[in-house]
Protein backbone atom coordinates (compact mmCIF):
# COMPACT_ATOMS: atom_id res chain seq x y z
CA UNK A 1 0.00 0.00 0.00
CA UNK A 2 0.70 3.55 -0.68
CA UNK A 3 -0.49 5.64 2.78
CA UNK A 4 -1.12 8.80 1.25
CA UNK A 5 0.15 11.26 3.87
CA UNK A 6 -0.21 14.23 1.67
CA UNK A 7 -3.37 14.74 3.26
CA UNK A 8 -2.70 13.73 6.77
CA UNK A 9 -4.40 15.40 9.34
CA UNK A 10 -6.67 16.67 6.48
CA UNK A 11 -10.19 15.91 6.51
CA UNK A 12 -11.05 14.75 3.23
CA UNK A 13 -14.29 13.09 1.95
CA UNK A 14 -14.66 10.25 -0.72
CA UNK A 15 -16.95 8.74 -2.59
CA UNK A 16 -17.27 5.23 -4.12
CA UNK A 17 -16.22 1.99 -1.64
CA UNK A 18 -15.58 -0.47 -4.50
CA UNK A 19 -12.39 -2.20 -4.86
CA UNK A 20 -10.04 1.08 -5.62
CA UNK A 21 -12.52 3.15 -3.52
CA UNK A 22 -11.88 1.15 -0.67
CA UNK A 23 -8.28 1.02 -1.42
CA UNK A 24 -8.12 4.35 -1.74
CA UNK A 25 -9.69 5.11 1.90
CA UNK A 26 -7.54 2.63 3.39
CA UNK A 27 -4.55 4.83 1.82
CA UNK A 28 -5.55 8.02 3.34
CA UNK A 29 -6.66 6.56 6.33
CA UNK A 30 -2.90 5.03 6.73
CA UNK A 31 -0.90 8.53 5.72
CA UNK A 32 -3.12 9.69 8.81
CA UNK A 33 -5.99 11.69 7.06
CA UNK A 34 -9.61 12.23 8.10
CA UNK A 35 -11.48 10.22 6.02
CA UNK A 36 -15.42 10.41 5.74
CA UNK A 37 -16.62 7.81 2.97
CA UNK A 38 -19.78 6.88 1.64
CA UNK A 39 -21.56 4.87 -1.21
CA UNK A 40 -24.47 4.45 -2.55
CA UNK A 41 -24.39 0.83 -2.02
CA UNK A 42 -25.29 -0.20 1.66
CA UNK A 43 -23.06 -3.46 1.73
CA UNK A 44 -20.12 -1.33 0.51
CA UNK A 45 -20.34 0.93 3.21
CA UNK A 46 -20.62 -1.94 5.86
CA UNK A 47 -17.85 -2.96 4.35
CA UNK A 48 -15.59 -0.51 4.54
CA UNK A 49 -17.09 0.51 8.38
CA UNK A 50 -15.82 -3.18 8.81
CA UNK A 51 -12.18 -2.22 7.35
CA UNK A 52 -11.73 0.22 9.53
CA UNK A 53 -13.06 3.36 7.43
CA UNK A 54 -15.02 6.29 8.95
CA UNK A 55 -18.18 6.24 7.18
CA UNK A 56 -20.76 8.61 6.84
CA UNK A 57 -23.42 10.14 3.94
CA UNK A 58 -21.62 13.01 2.74
CA UNK A 59 -24.91 15.40 2.84
CA UNK A 60 -24.50 15.74 6.43
CA UNK A 61 -20.60 16.86 6.52
CA UNK A 62 -19.24 20.37 6.88
CA UNK A 63 -17.84 20.68 3.00
CA UNK A 64 -16.28 23.95 3.77
CA UNK A 65 -14.15 21.83 6.27
CA UNK A 66 -12.53 19.14 3.25
CA UNK A 67 -9.03 19.57 2.00
CA UNK A 68 -10.62 17.13 -0.76
CA UNK A 69 -13.63 15.40 -1.88
CA UNK A 70 -11.78 12.20 -3.50
CA UNK A 71 -14.13 10.35 -6.32
CA UNK A 72 -14.48 6.83 -7.54
CA UNK A 73 -13.69 7.17 -11.53
CA UNK A 74 -16.88 4.96 -12.12
CA UNK A 75 -19.01 8.20 -10.85
CA UNK A 76 -19.65 10.33 -13.55
CA UNK A 77 -18.33 13.85 -13.13
CA UNK A 78 -19.90 15.71 -15.55
CA UNK A 79 -21.94 13.97 -17.76
CA UNK A 80 -25.06 12.39 -18.02
CA UNK A 81 -25.00 14.87 -15.17
CA UNK A 82 -22.69 15.25 -12.10
CA UNK A 83 -23.36 12.95 -9.00
CA UNK A 84 -24.85 14.82 -5.71
CA UNK A 85 -21.85 14.30 -4.17
CA UNK A 86 -19.82 16.09 -7.12
CA UNK A 87 -22.00 19.10 -6.60
CA UNK A 88 -21.75 19.74 -3.01
CA UNK A 89 -18.11 19.42 -3.67
CA UNK A 90 -18.14 22.31 -6.82
CA UNK A 91 -20.51 24.23 -4.48
CA UNK A 92 -18.11 24.65 -1.40
CA UNK A 93 -15.19 25.04 -3.65
CA UNK A 94 -13.58 21.77 -2.70
CA UNK A 95 -11.48 19.97 -5.14
CA UNK A 96 -12.25 16.48 -7.07
CA UNK A 97 -9.93 14.49 -7.51
CA UNK A 98 -9.02 10.55 -8.11
CA UNK A 99 -6.82 7.71 -6.55
CA UNK A 100 -4.03 8.45 -10.01
CA UNK A 101 -4.04 12.21 -8.56
CA UNK A 102 -2.89 10.69 -4.84
CA UNK A 103 -0.27 8.25 -6.31
CA UNK A 104 1.10 11.26 -8.25
CA UNK A 105 1.15 13.58 -5.21
CA UNK A 106 3.00 11.28 -3.16
CA UNK A 107 5.88 10.22 -6.14
CA UNK A 108 6.18 14.31 -6.42
CA UNK A 109 6.09 14.41 -2.43
CA UNK A 110 8.68 11.42 -2.15
CA UNK A 111 10.63 10.35 -4.96
CA UNK A 112 9.77 12.83 -7.61
CA UNK A 113 12.64 10.83 -9.87
CA UNK A 114 11.60 7.53 -10.00
CA UNK A 115 10.64 6.69 -13.27
CA UNK A 116 6.32 6.73 -14.20
CA UNK A 117 5.17 5.63 -17.35
CA UNK A 118 1.35 6.26 -17.84
CA UNK A 119 -0.22 5.00 -20.96
CA UNK A 120 -3.97 5.78 -22.14
CA UNK A 121 -5.58 5.76 -25.60
CA UNK A 122 -9.11 3.97 -26.60
CA UNK A 123 -7.58 1.00 -27.72
CA UNK A 124 -4.36 -1.30 -26.97
CA UNK A 125 -3.68 0.31 -23.54
CA UNK A 126 -4.15 -2.91 -21.67
CA UNK A 127 -1.61 -4.32 -23.92
CA UNK A 128 0.82 -1.78 -23.79
CA UNK A 129 0.96 -1.48 -20.30
CA UNK A 130 1.41 -5.17 -19.68
CA UNK A 131 3.98 -5.15 -22.21
CA UNK A 132 5.79 -2.02 -21.11
CA UNK A 133 6.21 -3.38 -17.47
CA UNK A 134 7.33 -6.85 -18.93
CA UNK A 135 10.32 -5.81 -20.93
CA UNK A 136 10.91 -3.31 -17.14
CA UNK A 137 10.92 -6.62 -15.47
CA UNK A 138 12.76 -8.57 -17.54
CA UNK A 139 15.30 -6.25 -17.75
CA UNK A 140 15.87 -6.52 -13.97
CA UNK A 141 13.90 -3.14 -12.36
CA UNK A 142 12.11 -3.08 -9.81
CA UNK A 143 8.42 -2.31 -11.34
CA UNK A 144 4.98 -1.64 -10.07
CA UNK A 145 2.45 -2.23 -12.38
CA UNK A 146 -1.27 -0.90 -12.06
CA UNK A 147 -4.01 1.34 -12.44
CA UNK A 148 -6.87 0.68 -14.86
CA UNK A 149 -5.18 -2.63 -16.01
CA UNK A 150 -6.91 -4.40 -12.68
CA UNK A 151 -4.79 -3.26 -9.72
CA UNK A 152 -5.64 -0.50 -8.35
CA UNK A 153 -2.55 2.53 -8.03
CA UNK A 154 -2.29 2.97 -4.16
CA UNK A 155 -2.12 -0.53 -3.29
CA UNK A 156 1.47 -0.88 -5.13
CA UNK A 157 4.58 -0.11 -3.10
CA UNK A 158 5.64 3.28 -2.04
CA UNK A 159 7.17 5.21 -4.41
CA UNK A 160 10.99 5.02 -3.68
CA UNK A 161 14.25 6.28 -6.18
CA UNK A 162 14.90 3.28 -8.54
CA UNK A 163 11.23 2.07 -8.21
CA UNK A 164 9.67 1.74 -12.04
CA UNK A 165 5.60 2.97 -12.37
CA UNK A 166 3.57 1.82 -15.23
CA UNK A 167 -0.02 3.12 -15.06
CA UNK A 168 -2.77 2.41 -17.18
CA UNK A 169 -5.46 5.45 -16.77
CA UNK A 170 -8.59 5.73 -18.64
CA UNK A 171 -10.37 8.66 -19.54
CA UNK A 172 -12.04 8.82 -16.15
CA UNK A 173 -9.13 8.50 -13.82
CA UNK A 174 -7.10 11.37 -16.04
CA UNK A 175 -10.30 13.99 -15.35
CA UNK A 176 -9.56 13.48 -11.61
CA UNK A 177 -6.08 13.66 -12.42
CA UNK A 178 -5.59 17.48 -12.54
CA UNK A 179 -1.44 17.60 -12.04
CA UNK A 180 -1.07 13.91 -13.46
CA UNK A 181 2.96 14.28 -14.87
CA UNK A 182 4.42 11.34 -15.78
CA UNK A 183 8.24 11.00 -16.80
CA UNK A 184 6.85 9.18 -20.34
CA UNK A 185 3.09 9.47 -21.08
CA UNK A 186 1.58 7.58 -24.02
CA UNK A 187 -1.72 8.14 -25.74
CA UNK A 188 -2.11 5.39 -28.47
CA UNK A 189 -4.84 6.54 -30.22
CA UNK A 190 -8.62 8.17 -30.29
CA UNK A 191 -11.63 6.90 -31.89
CA UNK A 192 -15.25 7.77 -29.93
CA UNK A 193 -15.61 5.83 -26.61
CA UNK A 194 -17.63 6.59 -22.89
CA UNK A 195 -19.08 9.90 -24.85
CA UNK A 196 -22.25 9.14 -22.32
CA UNK A 197 -20.20 9.81 -19.63
CA UNK A 198 -17.97 13.05 -21.77
CA UNK A 199 -20.63 14.84 -23.63
CA UNK A 200 -18.69 15.20 -27.10
CA UNK A 201 -15.46 13.76 -28.93
CA UNK A 202 -13.37 16.66 -28.26
CA UNK A 203 -14.29 16.95 -24.41
CA UNK A 204 -13.21 13.18 -24.53
CA UNK A 205 -9.83 14.05 -26.68
CA UNK A 206 -9.38 17.17 -24.31
CA UNK A 207 -9.33 14.82 -20.99
CA UNK A 208 -7.24 12.26 -22.57
CA UNK A 209 -4.44 15.07 -23.54
CA UNK A 210 -3.93 15.65 -20.25
CA UNK A 211 -2.06 13.09 -19.72
CA UNK A 212 0.31 13.49 -22.58
CA UNK A 213 0.54 17.67 -21.80
CA UNK A 214 2.09 17.05 -18.47
CA UNK A 215 4.63 14.24 -19.72
CA UNK A 216 8.07 15.01 -19.74
CA UNK A 217 8.43 12.81 -22.94
CA UNK A 218 4.71 12.54 -24.80
CA UNK A 219 4.75 9.25 -26.99
CA UNK A 220 1.90 9.62 -29.41
CA UNK A 221 0.54 7.84 -31.85
CA UNK A 222 -0.33 9.98 -34.57
CA UNK A 223 -2.48 7.75 -37.25
CA UNK A 224 -5.91 9.49 -36.22
CA UNK A 225 -6.78 12.72 -36.69
CA UNK A 226 -7.31 13.89 -33.05
CA UNK A 227 -3.87 12.55 -32.24
CA UNK A 228 -2.14 13.48 -34.64
CA UNK A 229 -3.10 17.37 -33.75
CA UNK A 230 -2.68 16.94 -29.87
CA UNK A 231 0.82 15.54 -30.71
CA UNK A 232 1.49 18.74 -32.60
CA UNK A 233 -0.06 21.29 -30.01
CA UNK A 234 1.69 18.87 -26.95
CA UNK A 235 5.02 19.68 -29.09
CA UNK A 236 4.60 23.70 -29.39
CA UNK A 237 4.24 23.85 -25.67
CA UNK A 238 7.63 22.77 -25.05
CA UNK A 239 6.79 18.84 -24.23
CA UNK A 240 9.56 16.31 -26.16
CA UNK A 241 7.10 14.31 -28.64
CA UNK A 242 7.93 10.79 -29.87
CA UNK A 243 5.18 10.24 -32.65
CA UNK A 244 4.65 6.56 -33.40
CA UNK A 245 2.62 5.04 -36.41
CA UNK A 246 1.68 1.32 -37.92
CA UNK A 247 0.55 3.34 -40.97
CA UNK A 248 3.43 5.27 -42.64
CA UNK A 249 7.23 6.96 -41.96
CA UNK A 250 7.59 9.58 -39.69
CA UNK A 251 10.40 12.11 -39.24
CA UNK A 252 11.28 11.48 -35.46
CA UNK A 253 10.09 8.61 -33.38
CA UNK A 254 8.94 5.00 -34.08
CA UNK A 255 7.19 3.20 -36.96
CA UNK A 256 6.27 -0.18 -38.61
CA UNK A 257 7.39 -1.25 -41.66
CA UNK A 258 5.85 -4.57 -41.87
CA UNK A 259 6.60 -6.26 -38.67
CA UNK A 260 9.92 -4.23 -38.58
CA UNK A 261 9.49 -1.07 -35.70
CA UNK A 262 12.14 1.37 -37.38
CA UNK A 263 13.64 4.36 -35.56
CA UNK A 264 13.76 7.60 -37.12
CA UNK A 265 15.88 10.29 -35.17
CA UNK A 266 17.37 13.47 -36.73
CA UNK A 267 17.24 12.65 -40.88
CA UNK A 268 18.81 8.65 -39.63
CA UNK A 269 16.52 5.55 -40.07
CA UNK A 270 17.56 2.55 -38.20
CA UNK A 271 15.83 -0.92 -37.44
CA UNK A 272 15.44 -1.10 -33.45
CA UNK A 273 12.94 -4.18 -33.52
CA UNK A 274 11.49 -7.20 -35.50
CA UNK A 275 8.08 -8.64 -34.26
CA UNK A 276 8.24 -11.04 -37.04
CA UNK A 277 7.75 -14.90 -35.12
CA UNK A 278 6.56 -13.00 -32.01
CA UNK A 279 3.34 -14.91 -32.28
CA UNK A 280 2.13 -12.57 -28.60
CA UNK A 281 2.49 -9.32 -30.67
CA UNK A 282 0.93 -10.21 -34.13
CA UNK A 283 -1.36 -7.56 -36.33
CA UNK A 284 -1.12 -3.92 -36.87
CA UNK A 285 -2.45 -2.77 -33.97
CA UNK A 286 0.07 -4.72 -32.09
CA UNK A 287 3.09 -3.03 -34.11
CA UNK A 288 1.11 0.58 -32.66
CA UNK A 289 1.46 -1.13 -29.20
CA UNK A 290 5.45 -2.57 -29.49
CA UNK A 291 6.26 1.05 -30.88
CA UNK A 292 4.87 2.55 -28.08
CA UNK A 293 6.38 0.34 -25.51
CA UNK A 294 9.65 0.50 -27.17
CA UNK A 295 9.57 5.07 -27.44
CA UNK A 296 8.63 4.66 -23.65
CA UNK A 297 11.38 2.67 -22.71
CA UNK A 298 13.41 4.47 -24.49
CA UNK A 299 12.45 7.20 -22.70
CA UNK A 300 13.15 5.71 -18.93
CA UNK A 301 16.32 4.59 -19.98
CA UNK A 302 16.40 1.37 -21.04
CA UNK A 303 18.79 -0.13 -23.77
CA UNK A 304 17.31 -0.98 -27.15
CA UNK A 305 19.17 -4.72 -26.46
CA UNK A 306 16.88 -5.01 -23.57
CA UNK A 307 13.59 -3.72 -24.98
CA UNK A 308 14.33 -6.31 -27.96
CA UNK A 309 14.83 -9.23 -25.33
CA UNK A 310 11.69 -8.20 -23.21
CA UNK A 311 9.68 -8.13 -26.66
CA UNK A 312 10.84 -11.54 -27.43
CA UNK A 313 9.53 -13.34 -24.41
CA UNK A 314 6.32 -10.73 -23.83
CA UNK A 315 4.04 -13.57 -22.92
CA UNK A 316 0.64 -11.87 -23.82
CA UNK A 317 -2.33 -10.15 -21.69
CA UNK A 318 -4.90 -12.71 -20.89
CA UNK A 319 -7.82 -13.33 -23.05
CA UNK A 320 -6.11 -10.47 -25.74
CA UNK A 321 -5.06 -12.27 -28.79
CA UNK A 322 -3.01 -14.73 -26.19
CA UNK A 323 -1.55 -17.50 -27.42
CA UNK A 324 -2.49 -20.79 -25.21
CA UNK A 325 -1.50 -24.09 -26.95
CA UNK A 326 -0.52 -25.47 -30.41
CA UNK A 327 -0.90 -29.01 -31.54
CA UNK A 328 0.60 -30.14 -34.99
CA UNK A 329 -0.08 -26.99 -37.35
CA UNK A 330 -2.81 -25.45 -35.42
CA UNK A 331 -2.40 -22.44 -32.64
CA UNK A 332 -5.14 -22.28 -30.31
CA UNK A 333 -5.98 -18.37 -29.50
CA UNK A 334 -7.94 -16.80 -26.36
CA UNK A 335 -9.33 -14.08 -27.57
CA UNK A 336 -11.99 -13.60 -24.99
CA UNK A 337 -12.40 -10.06 -24.50
CA UNK A 338 -13.27 -9.58 -28.02
CA UNK A 339 -17.03 -8.92 -26.98
CA UNK A 340 -18.12 -7.07 -29.84
CA UNK A 341 -17.68 -7.07 -33.77
CA UNK A 342 -14.58 -4.24 -33.49
CA UNK A 343 -13.15 -5.68 -30.59
CA UNK A 344 -12.94 -9.20 -32.70
CA UNK A 345 -11.43 -7.58 -35.58
CA UNK A 346 -8.04 -7.52 -34.89
CA UNK A 347 -7.72 -10.82 -34.04
CA UNK A 348 -9.16 -12.24 -37.50
CA UNK A 349 -6.92 -9.91 -39.72
CA UNK A 350 -3.88 -11.55 -37.97
CA UNK A 351 -4.29 -14.91 -38.72
CA UNK A 352 -4.88 -16.28 -42.60
CA UNK A 353 -6.31 -19.68 -41.50
CA UNK A 354 -8.99 -19.66 -38.78
CA UNK A 355 -11.60 -21.75 -36.89
CA UNK A 356 -13.33 -18.88 -35.82
CA UNK A 357 -15.27 -19.81 -32.03
CA UNK A 358 -17.88 -16.88 -31.61
CA UNK A 359 -20.87 -16.19 -30.19
CA UNK A 360 -22.79 -15.22 -26.95
CA UNK A 361 -24.86 -12.76 -25.79
CA UNK A 362 -25.01 -10.54 -28.84
CA UNK A 363 -24.19 -7.20 -29.13
CA UNK A 364 -26.20 -4.35 -31.47
CA UNK A 365 -24.60 -4.51 -34.54
CA UNK A 366 -24.07 -8.08 -34.87
CA UNK A 367 -20.85 -9.59 -36.87
CA UNK A 368 -21.82 -7.51 -40.62
CA UNK A 369 -18.58 -5.07 -39.86
CA UNK A 370 -16.75 -7.93 -39.94
CA UNK A 371 -17.87 -9.27 -43.93
CA UNK A 372 -14.04 -8.11 -44.92
CA UNK A 373 -12.52 -10.83 -42.90
CA UNK A 374 -14.59 -13.64 -43.97
CA UNK A 375 -12.60 -14.95 -46.32
CA UNK A 376 -9.84 -15.74 -43.61
CA UNK A 377 -12.35 -18.32 -42.08
CA UNK A 378 -12.16 -21.55 -42.39
CA UNK A 379 -14.94 -22.76 -40.88
CA UNK A 380 -17.11 -20.72 -37.70
CA UNK A 381 -18.22 -22.52 -34.64
CA UNK A 382 -21.05 -20.79 -33.63
CA UNK A 383 -22.63 -20.54 -29.53
CA UNK A 384 -24.93 -18.70 -27.41
CA UNK A 385 -27.58 -16.69 -28.39
CA UNK A 386 -25.78 -14.84 -30.79
CA UNK A 387 -26.01 -18.31 -33.29
CA UNK A 388 -29.13 -18.45 -35.36
CA UNK A 389 -28.09 -14.30 -36.18
CA UNK A 390 -24.35 -15.28 -36.52
CA UNK A 391 -25.75 -17.91 -38.85
CA UNK A 392 -27.51 -15.63 -40.95
CA UNK A 393 -25.02 -13.51 -41.32
CA UNK A 394 -22.28 -15.32 -42.78
CA UNK A 395 -24.85 -17.38 -45.08
CA UNK A 396 -23.43 -18.98 -48.16
CA UNK A 397 -19.86 -17.24 -48.12
CA UNK A 398 -18.68 -18.98 -44.53
CA UNK A 399 -19.35 -22.87 -43.75
CA UNK A 400 -20.43 -22.63 -40.23
CA UNK A 401 -22.25 -24.99 -37.63
CA UNK A 402 -24.45 -24.06 -34.80
CA UNK A 403 -22.20 -25.87 -31.55
CA UNK A 404 -24.23 -24.00 -29.13
CA UNK A 405 -21.92 -24.25 -26.46
CA UNK A 406 -17.96 -23.49 -25.89
CA UNK A 407 -17.02 -27.40 -25.17
CA UNK A 408 -19.13 -28.73 -28.46
CA UNK A 409 -17.22 -25.69 -30.34
CA UNK A 410 -13.90 -26.55 -29.42
CA UNK A 411 -13.82 -30.03 -29.62
CA UNK A 412 -15.23 -29.87 -33.47
CA UNK A 413 -12.98 -26.79 -34.29
CA UNK A 414 -9.62 -28.37 -33.11
CA UNK A 415 -10.36 -32.15 -34.65
CA UNK A 416 -11.09 -30.03 -38.07
CA UNK A 417 -7.97 -28.06 -37.68
CA UNK A 418 -6.12 -31.17 -37.01
CA UNK A 419 -6.34 -32.55 -40.34
CA UNK A 420 -5.15 -28.80 -41.49
CA UNK A 421 -2.12 -29.25 -44.24
CA UNK A 422 -1.25 -25.46 -43.03
CA UNK A 423 -0.70 -23.00 -40.54
CA UNK A 424 -4.26 -22.45 -38.59
CA UNK A 425 -5.43 -20.81 -35.77
CA UNK A 426 -8.70 -22.01 -33.45
CA UNK A 427 -9.63 -18.59 -32.37
CA UNK A 428 -12.21 -17.88 -29.57
CA UNK A 429 -13.07 -14.58 -30.46
CA UNK A 430 -16.47 -14.52 -29.73
CA UNK A 431 -17.97 -10.68 -30.95
CA UNK A 432 -20.12 -10.75 -28.40
CA UNK A 433 -20.83 -10.46 -24.20
CA UNK A 434 -20.39 -13.82 -22.25
CA UNK A 435 -23.51 -13.35 -20.15
CA UNK A 436 -25.89 -15.87 -21.70
CA UNK A 437 -23.37 -18.75 -20.73
CA UNK A 438 -20.53 -17.52 -18.82
CA UNK A 439 -20.26 -14.90 -15.33
CA UNK A 440 -18.02 -12.99 -17.39
CA UNK A 441 -14.86 -12.65 -20.50
CA UNK A 442 -12.53 -14.02 -17.87
CA UNK A 443 -14.50 -16.83 -16.61
CA UNK A 444 -15.29 -17.68 -20.68
CA UNK A 445 -11.42 -17.70 -21.54
CA UNK A 446 -10.64 -19.45 -18.79
CA UNK A 447 -12.81 -22.42 -19.65
CA UNK A 448 -11.29 -22.38 -23.33
CA UNK A 449 -8.00 -22.92 -21.72
CA UNK A 450 -9.10 -25.46 -20.06
CA UNK A 451 -10.90 -27.35 -23.15
CA UNK A 452 -7.45 -26.78 -24.90
CA UNK A 453 -5.72 -28.31 -22.11
CA UNK A 454 -8.01 -31.18 -22.14
CA UNK A 455 -7.17 -32.13 -25.92
CA UNK A 456 -5.17 -34.89 -26.57
CA UNK A 457 -1.24 -34.26 -27.67
CA UNK A 458 -1.48 -30.27 -27.35
CA UNK A 459 1.71 -28.26 -26.39
CA UNK A 460 0.46 -25.68 -24.01
CA UNK A 461 2.31 -22.08 -24.21
CA UNK A 462 0.35 -21.10 -20.36
CA UNK A 463 -0.63 -22.60 -17.23
CA UNK A 464 -4.35 -23.78 -16.14
CA UNK A 465 -5.86 -24.39 -12.87
CA UNK A 466 -5.69 -28.17 -13.42
CA UNK A 467 -2.13 -28.39 -14.65
CA UNK A 468 -0.47 -25.19 -12.42
Not at 3 to 29: H, I, M, N, R
Not at 213 to 233: F, N, P, Q
Not at 354 to 379: D, H, N, T
Request: charged share 20%; glycine share 10%; net charge negative.
Amino acid sequence: MIPVTTFKGKDVALFGLGGSGLATAQALVAGGANVTAWDDNPDSVTKASEAGVTVGDLRSIDWSKQAAFVLSPGVPLTHPKPHWTADLAKAAGVEIIGDVELFVRERRAHAPDCPFIAITGTNGKSTTTALIAHILRESGRDTQLGGNIGTAVLTLDEPKDGRFYVVECSSYQIDLAPTLNPTAGILLNLTPDHLDRHGTMQHYADIKERLVAGSRTAVIGIDDSYCALIADRVERAGVTVERISKRSPVADGIYADGMKLMRASVGAVSEIADLDGIQTLKGAHNAQNAAAAVAACLAVGLSAEEIRSGLKSFPGLKHRMQPVGRRGQAVFVNDSKATNAEAAAPALSSYERIYWIAGGLPKEGGIASLAPLFPRIVKAYLIGEAAPAFAATLGDGVRYEISGTLDQAVAHAAADAESDTVASAVMLSPACASFDQFKNFEVRGDAFVQLVADLQDVTMLVETGKRS
